[in-house]
């Protein structure tokens, strides 16, 4: 069967003009010269350091600089009510993520909820997302965590360490140097923010592609989910413990395996992680459900599941003492009041640079990320620069308020976008949220399981695994970027979060490379009657212009892949500079290049004609 070719009802375009060669292009439209290079301080650098002059560059600096000046004189009273129940709502998911996440990062939940207060505050008044909520995100706990481990293994002598060997578990408890080096891995986080803000290097996260974001993340999961094994089983953190560093994941797995097979795990924390588990399961599955009704839509409030577990078990513990009878593992102690004031080290700084340098890229990558993503939604801009600094001022002032690192989470941000958040006023009401529990409410959680926080963490993984699907969809668009997703995502499960993203760094650029170096190239021909140019191997009814080869390089031209130039300019058009002199003999060159283009396109469209002509039977059966 022949297909039926569609009759063309566009336009057309006709072209008309002079010929020129560089001397005339130069001659006729730069004839002013070339303006000599002024060397001067960079703008984006005086727009820091040299003061406003006017009224009105005072007026624009601090709109700039101070975001919450402008959504509050543009505030109006109709978006106080769906700021109001967003605040509530995300306040109410601040309470279990900060304290599961806490444990991430290897200090007590209340620190957890110090993030979740804080945080927010600073970035409502410099950032310019209205619904990211800023906290405790799983990725970003994981990695402090590693890097307070790493630099605690590698100086033995601040802590005591339960074992005999010299290695043991990390435990702020035993080792209250570790928050030390955590607020200062924060300090430091915070102060890259603010010199690449006021640098205005923003454009650093094009070096994180969406697939290297997706693998990365993704075997971050892997470990975060790892890390929550002990606990839902039940075991102590000694049992499991393995020194930072490359493949310490298979290791602790074998460490897992072998106590569950000589049954040294807490019956009852597994039960209790089970039922957890599938209870917020099955109320994710009902707010879902209850999007579909058009009544429920006009006010979209979750059924706050994570909140309603951990009161309901930290009071069935409390009535039946699970804790005392069956051995369940509980949080403890949870001091009442504000986040107490904490100092930053010195004499860590330098030593926790490097770490807090990845933290800083990863952590903005992500939040910028999901920010660009609502203001797409929104209508609305993102000053990338201006979120360097925002979270730079959130993490520095935490620092000195017992917080760690905090960044953007999906979750509380789609919950924020959903219920109606209009403006960073919900993170002033989130954080009056924080502030009752912090006062009041905080010392009755000091008997819940961690059983529960653990199956917290392990739902919330659930929209970062479902990223794997992302492999499929970069197989179909791009295959390069799959294998950047595949490459990340191994180096990040089996060397660490922190050589996984290096990695996978070093295998984008490395793929750019390869792509300058060996770049595509093809011949145009010219489509029949018409002014277009097409690749002559891919498109029928192409015809190249007798006397010229269009030879297309699909690169930038450098030292890198000139010889390569040279040779696929030789073989395609068939001009082999060192056989032929162009300036002597342009003819003849041409007549030699026209005659091998047209043999190799002859064998290219017999074998497409082949080809075509085989499918076209295969259809005609079918249809038969």
């Known amino acids: 069967m022949k297909k039926e070719e569609r009759p063309h009802d566009g336009g057309r375009v006709t072209i008309d003009r002079p010929i020129y060669d560089e001397l005339q292009i130069e001659e006729h439209f730069h004839p002013l010269g ?21 009224l009105n560059e005072w007026k624009e600096f601090l709109l700039v600089r101070l975001p919450i000046l402008r959504w509050l004189w543009q505030y ?9 129940v967003s605040g509530v709502t995300v306040g109410i998911m601040h309470i279990p993520q900060g304290m599961a996440y806490a444990v991430l990062a290897d200090v007590p939940p209340v620190y957890g909820l110090y993030v979740s207060f804080f945080c927010p505050l600073i970035y409502a008044i410099f950032g310019t997302s209205r619904q990211i909520s800023i906290g405790t995100f799983a990725v970003i706990c994981l990695m402090v965590g590693d890097a307070t481990s790493r630099y605690v293994h590698a100086n033995p002598s601040l802590c005591e360490f339960n074992g005999t060997n010299g290695t043991g578990t990390l435990d702020v408890v035993d080792c209250p140097a570790a928050l030390d080096v955590i607020f200062t891995i924060t300090f430091a986080t915070g102060l890259i923010m603010v010199v690449f803000g006021v640098f205005q290097l923003g454009f650093i996260s094009i070096f994180l592609s969406d697939a290297l974001v997706s693998g990365y993340t993704t075997g971050a999961a892997v470990h975060v989910f790892s890390s929550q094994l002990r606990h839902i089983i039940g075991l102590p953190s000694s049992a499991v413990m393995v020194e930072p560093g490359t493949f310490s994941l298979p290791k602790k797995w074998c460490k897992v395996l072998i106590e569950v097979f000589n049954g040294n795990i807490v019956w009852a924390a597994v039960i209790i992680s ?17 999007l579909k009704i058009k009544l429920y839509r006009k006010l979209p409030v979750p059924i706050p599941s994570q909140l309603i577990l951990v009161i309901v078990v930290t009071a069935i513990n409390a009535l039946f003492d699970l804790d005392d009878k069956y051995d369940v593992p509980i949080v403890g102690e949870i001091p009442k009041g504000l986040p107490p004031l904490s100092t930053p080290k010195i004499d860590i700084f330098f030593s926790v640079l490097t770490d807090a340098f990845t933290i800083a890229v990863v952590s903005y990558s992500v939040s910028v990320s999901l920010s660009k993503v609502f203001a797409a939604k929104h ?4 000053h990338a620069n201006q979120e360097f600094l925002a979270h730079g001022f959130a993490n520095l002032a935490g620092s000195f308020f017992s917080c760690f690192v905090c960044s953007g989470s999906l979750s509380r941000s789609v919950i924020q976008d959903v219920t109606g958040g209009n403006t960073q006023l919900v993170s002033f009401i989130s954080s009056m949220i924080l502030l009752f529990v912090l006062l009041w409410v905080a010392p009755l959680f000091q008997r819940l399981p961690t059983a529960v926080l653990a199956a917290t963490i392990v739902v919330a993984l659930y929209g970062m695994f479902k990223q794997c699907k992302d ?8 295959i390069p970027d799959m294998l950047v997703w595949i490459v990340v995502f191994l180096a990040t499960v089996l060397l660490g979060a922190d050589y996984g993203l290096v990695v996978g760094i070093q295998f ?5 490379i390869v792509r300058i170096i060996l770049p595509k190239t093809a011949v145009l021909g010219k489509v029949e009657n018409t002014e277009i140019y097409r690749n002559q191997m891919y498109f029928r009814n192409v015809h190249q212009v007798p006397g010229v080869v269009i030879f297309r390089f699909i690169a930038p031209l450098c030292y890198t892949n000139a010889s ?13 500079p060192a056989r032929c002199d162009l300036a002597v003999r342009p003819k003849g060159c041409l007549e030699l290049a026209e005659g091998q283009v047209r043999k190799r396109l002859l064998k290219v469209r017999q074998y497409r004609h082949r080809r075509l002509t085989d499918e076209e039977e295969v259809q005609t059966q079918k249809t038969h």
Not at 274 to 289: E, G, M, P, Y
Not at 379 to 382: C, D, K, R, V
């Open 34 to 54: 070339y303006q000599r290079l002024k060397i001067k301080l960079p703008e984006p650098i005086r727009s820091h350091i040299i003061p406003p002059r006017s």
């Open 76 to 84: 109006v009273p109709s978006l106080l009510f769906g700021d109001i």
């Open 379 to 382: 209508g609305y801009l993102i």
């Open 274 to 290: 089970v039922l957890c588990i599938a209870f917020l399961i099955l109320i994710k599955i009902v707010n879902k459900q209850l």
């Open 508 to 512: 984008s650029l490395l793929l750019i």
């Open 471 to 478: 492999i499929y969809k970069y197989y179909k668009l791009c």
């Open 564 to 576: 390569v130039f040279k040779s696929r300019l030789a073989s395609q058009s068939g001009v082999n």
